[in-house]
């Protein structure tokens, strides 16, 4: 993925996908990349990427983004 920059990652599917859904959804393009192992589904994280140009506007609506959830 040439001049793509990760902006998140996280090893619970559900919150990479809920943070690649906000950013389609303010029309920043995301792909994620799942890094997680398949034999040990607990090792390993999901990364979300975007175009290097929109890595600012990315990361800046990543952090208005609260997430209430207990980690592991």
Known sequence: MQDWKKVFSSQQL???SMV???LNENEI?????N??????VFLGEIEIYVPA??????VNLINTLQFSYASN
Request: hydrophobic share 45%.
């Open 14 to 16: 559900a919150v990479a």
């Open 53 to 58: 140009n929109l890595y600012e506007a990315a």
């Open 20 to 22: 690649m859904g906000i």
């Open 29 to 33: 393009p995301a792909k994620s990349m």
């Open 35 to 40: 890094k997680k192992d398949s034999s040990y």
